[in-house]
């Protein structure tokens, strides 16, 4: 199986990060992470993304706070599909990487997901690589099928807590 690339502009986003990782272990999907920044470290990350397929990645997440430009500076890199994530920082409440990682030009298209959606950004991965992996796309919907049992069985003790 392919591996995801996991990059992030500062070590302070490594809790967002770690939703990310959990959920790629418990599919046993393949990942390797690192610290680059599209400012501070900017040609450490153009050359990861100049190497990640033949590097054997399938696809990278990125993920940054504040003026975030590290997805798209990934993008500019690569033609592996990348998907972003908006990290919140102490001001703004991450809408300031959301609007600068969502709204990439034409032409070179970052996936982003929700600000701080680690989890998400890690399942959409897996769904991109389950087209080409039969049994990890059988692992998809096991999941779905267990989180749709988790809010029926909600459903069915929602009155009783308002009693
Ligand atoms: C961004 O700036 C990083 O992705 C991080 O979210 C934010 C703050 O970085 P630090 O000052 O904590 O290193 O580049």
């Known amino acids: 199986m392919r591996k995801v690339g996991i990059v992030m502009g500062s070590d302070s986003d490594l809790p967002v990060i770690q939703k990310a990782t959990d959920t790629l272990k418990a599919f046993g999907i393949p990942f390797e992470v690192h610290v680059y920044s599209a400012h501070r470290t900017p040609q450490e990350a153009r050359q990861f993304a100049l190497d990640a397929r033949k590097n054997g990645f399938g696809v990278i997440i990125a993920a940054a706070g504040m003026a975030a430009h590290l997805a798209g500076a990934i993008a500019a890199n690569t033609t592996l599909p990348v998907i972003g994530i908006p990290c919140k920082s102490t001001t703004l409440d991450g809408i300031d990487a959301l609007l600068s990682t969502v709204q990439m030009p034409s032409g070179i298209p970052v996936a982003t997901v929700a600000i701080n ?27 779905r099928k267990k989180d749709a049992a988790a809010v029926l069985e909600k459903d069915a003790g929602i009155a009783a807590r308002l009693e």
């Open 117 to 143: 959606g680690g989890a998400n950004a890690a399942l959409l991965s897996a769904q991109i690589l389950a087209v080409e992996d039969g049994d990890l796309a059988r692992r998809l919907d096991e999941k």
